[in-house]
Each structure stands twice: as structure tokens, then as C-alpha cells.
């Protein structure tokens, strides 16, 4: 239905920034609720924010909140996730998703990127 592209990961030094992008095609990202979602070695993936269909509403995971901000340009086809004041614990792969439902749980996102790493110094 949709494809997704992740991009802006690489390598920060703790207390850095980093802006990810998600561009979409083949479909408008208009009828989505976009997530990003990060998934550490050996550890479960987490939803790390979401946003509505309109940009309105916006979720954040307790361990970001307040370091990272999500929003869409549906004009562009985009999400980007914001993320400012690095940890070394934020180090993981980042994946973009997509789903016509309205939830943050990663097992209800049906499109998926491919993912970017994002490794932070200390």
C-alpha cells in the first residue's frame, strides 16, 4: 500500500541531535498514523513516538519524552522524528511505520521501512 524510507541516522556523541526523516510513496501519507520505532541488540522493539493522520496527536514513549519531537509535512509525504539531548542508551536501529488503525503498539503497524542506526558516543 505505502513504502517507507528512513533516513538522517549515523554517529553523535551524547547530548547531540539528530533529525530522522520518513518519506512515503505509492500511497499518501494523508490516511496514516505514522511511528517510529527503535530496536536495541538483544532487546524487544519499542515504540519510541506516533503521530495522527492530521499531526494533531501525538504519543511519546515515557524514556524520550521531552528529547524528541514527531511531525509530519503530508504535503511532502514525511514524518521526521526530532531528537535532541542524545543518550547512549538511545543507540538502536530506528524504523518508520505506517497503519490505518488508531494505536501505538508496533504490532499494529502494517508498513514498514527499513530502518536507520543510530549510535550515540559517550
Known amino acids: 500500500q505505502v513504502q517507507l524510507v528512513e533516513s538522517g541516522g549515523g554517529l553523535v556523541q551524547a547530548g547531540g541531535s539528530l533529525r530522522l526523516s520518513c518519506a512515503a510513496s505509492?500511497?499518501?501519507?494523508?490516511?496514516?498514523?505514522v511511528g517510529w520505532f527503535r530496536q536495541a541488540p538483544g532487546k524487544e522493539r519499542e515504540t519510541v513516538a506516533t503521530?495522527?493522520?492530521?499531526?494533531?496527536?501525538?504519543y511519546y514513549a515515557d524514556s524520550v519524552r521531552g528529547r524528541v519531537t514527531i511531525s509530519r509535512d503530508n504535503a511532502k509525504n514525511t514524518v521526521y522524528l526530532q531528537m535532541s539531548s542524545l543518550r547512549p542508551e538511545d543507540t538502536a536501529i530506528y524504523y518508520c511505520?505506517?497503519?490505518?488503525?488508531?494505536?501505538?503498539?508496533?504490532?499494529?503497524?502494517?508498513?514498514w521501512g527499513q530502518g536507520t542506526q543510530v549510535t550515540v558516543s559517550s
Open positions: 511505520a505506517a497503519t490505518t488503525r488508531v494505536s501505538d503498539s508496533p504490532k499494529e503497524y502494517d508498513y
Open positions: 505509492g500511497r499518501t501519507l494523508t490516511i496514516y498514523r
Open positions: 503521530i495522527s493522520r492530521t499531526g494533531v496527536r501525538t
